[in-house]
């Protein structure tokens, strides 16, 4: 039976909850007065479903059920974990609570998604005030893992605990903030960014497209892979960040920001950013742009999780550990899993490179299957391969659910013969086939030779049912 999240609000914010808990297999429940709130959360989950499974290279549980409440109480009745996205108003929150804490488990979580209040203030009157702590997300919810999980000085342990285990199950990456502060950790650095671009753009020194262009082809991808403090110690040198402290310290006492001004924050001020913001990408709509987001942030996600740094390694480590066994199936079904944006070429279909890496990624599960896994590779024994035939049937797209039969046609000896048919999941259409021929090889002497007869037993046996079938 699938674990159940409450969403309480279902905005921007409320809505990426409700994608990320429900393609993570987890039955959801939302309340929302809004009367388009299901519209508008639908048009979300339908982006989280096309964006998020392209991060892994498997497929995602089941996807759960999404229900909308007229009541509060109907929505958190059974659940193991609140999230509260309500307008950032403190009553309001605290009546919500109230409301919640009437019908809610003892045990469930209770998480604000709140960036302005700190836990404190939202325990204030509560019935239970340790269940209540702040678990605050950055959107899009459904794709970027960090989320900020502050206790606060009543928060219960108990209550922490659960809340870190349940958001790294669902792929988040839970910053345990130690200590409440207003706007938390990572709100602070945006609030100073945010306050020195308005003043850029008041001052006409820069307009808003020129300070997005500043950041994303400038620090922003520093920062995507490094954060703030390693990317400061590599421009240090070999002497490293006490180096760069001595070089660039003294400028922290230039006059070079107004972080402790802020602009008047009148109608102009308003007009002219809103402005320039429309002459920048006006032509676009929300959609639109939460598309290409979501396809950019997908492309910089893959290539971090490539090289195992930064929000990438995270994505990695939860892929693997999302990966089940092969079922012993004939044929075996090798691979299950979305077709990314970052893997079709200017004709907007899969390139030829990566209908080869689907059949390499199948050979791969195969041979863990079989037992010539990270092992028995690292004990210096391998499976190469000889000779591939790859026939292109039909076109692939980004989005698409797609998986691989394969079928053993000769495991014997040192030699082993692989057939491999991919095919769209949603209509079963062959898309590609392989013809795949491999010898087993000692990877001190680069030359082949027989498996180990652990391995050798399980091809031979599998290649015996998969002639009888």
Not at 36 to 58: D, N, Q
Not at 119 to 142: C, D, K, T, W
Not at 402 to 422: A, D, N, S, Y
Request: proline share 5%; with cysteine.
């Amino acid at each position: 039976m699938a674990r159940r999240a409450a969403i309480i609000g279902g905005g921007v914010i409320g809505g990426g909850w409700a994608a990320r808990f429900a393609l993570m297999g987890w039955e959801v429940r939302v309340f929302d007065p809004d009367p388009e709130a299901k519209r508008k959360i639908s048009e979300v989950v339908a982006g989280a479903a096309r964006a998020l499974p392209m991060l892994y290279e498997t497929s995602m549980p089941p996807l759960g059920s999404i229900s909308f409440h007229a009541t509060v109480a109907e929505a958190v009745e059974g659940a193991d974990y609140i999230q509260e996205s309500v307008p950032e108003r403190l009553d309001l929150k605290h009546k919500v609570y109230a409301e919640i804490q009437k019908t809610a488990s003892d045990s469930a979580v209770l998480a604000s998604s709140t960036s302005g209040f700190k836990p404190s203030e939202l325990q204030e009157g509560a019935a239970r005030p340790g269940q209540i702590i702040v678990a605050h997300p950055f959107n899009p919810v459904y794709l970027l893992p960090l989320v900020e999980l502050v206790p606060g000085p009543q928060g219960a342990p108990e209550i922490v605990t659960t809340a870190r285990s349940i958001l790294t199950e669902i792929g988040m990456f839970p910053l345990h903030v130690r200590a409440e502060i207003d706007a938390h950790i990572a709100d602070r650095f945006l609030e100073a960014v945010w306050r020195e671009a308005l003043w850029l753009v008041k001052d006409g020194i820069a307009t808003t497209e020129e300070i997005d262009n500043a950041i994303r082809y400038g620090f922003g991808l520093r920062w995507a892979q490094m954060g703030l403090f390693e990317t400061y110690r590599v421009a240090g040198g070999e002497a490293g960040m006490r180096h760069f402290m001595a070089q660039f310290g003294p400028a922290l006492e230039w006059p070079w920001t107004k972080l402790m001004d802020v602009p008047e924050f009148t109608d102009e001020l308003v007009d002219l950013i809103a402005g320039q913001s429309d002459a920048q990408s006006g032509h676009l709509s929300i959609r639109a742009l939460e598309r290409l987001r979501d396809d950019n942030l997908v492309a910089i996600l893959r290539a971090l999780k490539g090289q195992e740094a930064g929000a990438g390694k995270l994505i990695a480590d939860h892929d693997a550990q999302m990966r089940a066994p092969l079922e012993g199936s004939v044929p075996l079904v090798t691979v299950r899993r979305v077709v990314p944006v970052d893997w079709t070429d200017v004709n907007g279909h899969m390139n030829e490179g990566r209908y080869g890496q689907v059949f390499s990624d199948a050979s791969e599960e195969l041979m863990i299957h079989v037992g010539a896994d990270r092992a028995y590779i690292d004990a210096g024994h391998s499976y190469f391969t000889a000779e591939a035939n790859v026939k292109y049937l039909s076109e692939t797209h980004a989005g698409e659910t797609i998986f691989v039969e394969t079928k053993v046609l000769l495991g014997e000896g040192k030699k082993l013969r692989l057939w491999h048919e991919m095919k769209r999941a949603q209509d079963g259409e062959l898309l590609a086939t392989c013809d795949q021929f491999l010898l087993h090889v000692s990877l001190d002497t680069r030359r082949s030779c027989p498996p180990l007869n652990h391995v050798r037993d399980r091809v031979e046996h599998l290649a015996r049912m998969h002639a009888e079938a």
